[in-house]
């Protein structure tokens, strides 16, 4: 069955870094693009940045850009979203989603908690 999974996340100050990894099985992980999600707590679901299939095309969300960069390994299967400049408003769970776009019935992973916070 499909299968995302989520790990990297965790607490960063206030400008460091994270690095969070999405291991996918279950399907021919190269042919579809894939997305990084978020929800805050209180707020909906919220497209974070999406890549297609062979990484060729990249694209974020106008507070992510500049700051968060998306890649994939396609020979891992594996899906990486690399934060930077780290900010309060970006604590939230984070979900690896398959496809292009976000709705509340994608496939999705389980998600990785990540809080920003001094």
């Known amino acids: 069955q499909v299968q995302l999974v989520e790990s990297g996340g965790g607490l960063a100050q206030p400008g460091g870094s994270l690095r969070l990894s999405c291991a996918a099985s279950?399907?021919?992980?190269?042919?579809?693009?894939m997305t990084w999600a978020r929800q805050a707590p209180g707020k909906g679901l919220e497209w974070v940045s999406g890549i297609y299939n062979d990484g060729s095309e990249t694209d974020y969300a106008v507070s992510m850009k500049g700051r968060f960069t998306i890649s994939r390994d396609n020979a891992k299967n594996t899906l990486y979203l690399q934060m930077n400049s780290l900010q309060p408003e970006d604590t939230a769970v984070y979900y690896c989603?398959?496809?292009?776009?976000?709705?509340?019935?994608?496939?999705r992973g389980q998600g990785t908690q990540v809080t920003v916070s001094a």
């Open positions: 279950g399907f021919t992980f190269s042919l579809y693009a």
């Open positions: 989603v398959r496809g292009w776009g976000v709705t509340t019935t994608s496939v």
